[in-house]
């Protein structure tokens, strides 16, 4: 699920929030966006080899959007799919080295 999160997020980011970029704090969301979109592929690798730090990827690339955008004074909004991903996957903490 990490994968399609990832790529979704890639994709949205282009599709949808690279035309509306304007300014410099603009590029900066789209730019951490991206980071986040790229962050849950690598988690989904890091994941399919059982690893721990593959969740702790997951729920950092959930939160730094969150904190760019209150950091930049605008209300955050959430990403849900990356939500849902991170609900998913934090049960199995058991299961990863």
Known sequence: MC?????????TTFLLSLPAATGVLGILLVFV???A???VCIA?????????????VVVSAWALPTVV????????RGNFLLLAA????LPNWKHLR
């Open 69 to 76: 955008s209150l950091l930049s004074g605008q209300i955050p």
């Open 37 to 39: 979109g790229v962050a």
């Open 44 to 56: 989904g690798y890091l994941i399919r080899r059982r690893r721990r730090l593959g969740a702790l």
């Open 3 to 11: 994968w399609i999160v990832g790529i979704v997020t890639i994709a």
């Open 86 to 89: 991170m609900l998913m996957l």
């Open 33 to 35: 966006n991206l980071v």
